[in-house]
């Protein structure tokens, strides 16, 4: 299979949608993301309070105290409470979103709310030698880039470590590995480029929602966004390829589970 081939744009996957259940147009679709991120927000604060209420109110809100006065790239040297914390925030937040726009297709498709998300079975996955040459990329893109970008900018940081001690790091890679990938494939290969897609076409989609992408890893240095916008317009390729958004999220969760296993062996960056 050449590179053409593998790029060529095929049609999404899963039965014709009806009229009532086609992707919402650009004012419809700024609309309903507007709506998932609040009703995200709102389910967030919901398992956040159950969460106080299992974990202990004054041990939360210690290390909530503990977490108001440090940098969000520097909890890797944060007490382990508020590290603990910090990810069980992230977990809710991954669960709220992602729920949110199941919300949403199940109320713009009913029964057929995977069509909205093109959230079906993939097709057409990467044979023979891009079975072998996506992971080598993947692996020499997150080596490069991450050790890389250190010798460039030593002060570079991002949020992403591994808590010790076992329940630490089953929280960290329940969260990175699945959570995170799960959350962010439904919304923007999901929601986002199926409407985009509709409206603008393949590549206009393609860059759009890379770039999006990138933009809701934004750090204070400006530089992890660079680093996110390869791999994100990679898996949005992966999900045009498939006609499939649980294709870019088996890619997605593949990689962060490459990414997780880097850190756990060399170290905390």
């Keep these: 299979m050449s590179i053409p081939e593998f790029f060529a744009e095929v049609p999404v996957a899963g039965p014709t949608a009806p009229d009532r259940?086609?992707?919402?147009?650009?004012?419809?679709?700024?609309?309903?993301?507007?709506?998932?991120?609040?009703?995200?927000?709102?389910?967030?604060?919901?398992?956040?309070?159950?969460?106080?209420?299992?974990?202990?109110?004054?041990?939360?809100?210690?290390?909530?105290?503990?977490?108001?006065?440090?940098?969000?790239n520097e909890l890797r040297v944060a007490p382990y409470r508020t590290q603990i914390v910090m990810y069980g925030v992230t977990a809710a937040s991954f669960i709220g979103f992602g729920l949110a726009v199941l919300a949403f297709a199940r109320l713009r498709g009913g029964a057929n709310w995977r069509i909205p998300l093109a959230w079906e079975a993939p097709s057409g996955w990467p044979t023979g030698k891009w079975l072998v040459l996506l992971p080598v990329f993947a692996l020499v893109y997150l080596l490069t880039a991450g050790?890389?970008?250190?010798?460039?900018?030593?002060?570079?940081?991002?949020?992403?470590?591994?808590?010790?001690?076992?329940?630490?790091?089953?929280?960290?890679?329940v969260t990175v590995v699945l959570l995170a990938p799960w959350a962010e494939e439904l919304l923007f290969r999901g929601w986002i480029y199926s409407s985009l897609r509709q409206s603008f076409g393949v590549w206009a989609g393609l860059i759009v929602v890379a770039l999006l992408f990138a933009l809701a890893h934004l750090d204070?240095?400006?530089l992890y966004p660079v680093l996110i916008f390869i791999p994100g317009l990679v898996l949005t390729l992966i999900r045009e390829k498939n006609g499939s958004s649980k294709a870019s999220f088996y890619a997605h969760a593949a990689y962060n589970c490459l990414a997780w296993l880097i850190v756990f062996f060399v170290g905390n960056p």
């Design 147 to 173: 050790f890389g970008i250190k010798l460039i900018f030593p002060d570079f940081r991002t949020w992403f470590f591994i808590p010790p001690g076992g329940w630490g790091m089953a929280l960290s890679f």
């Design 21 to 72: 259940i086609r992707p919402y147009g650009l004012f419809g679709l700024i609309l309903s993301t507007a709506g998932i991120l609040v009703l995200g927000a709102l389910i967030m604060a919901v398992l956040a309070v159950v969460w106080i209420a299992v974990a202990g109110l004054a041990e939360v809100e210690s290390a909530m105290g503990s977490l108001s006065g440090i940098d969000i």
């Design 220 to 222: 204070k240095t400006g």
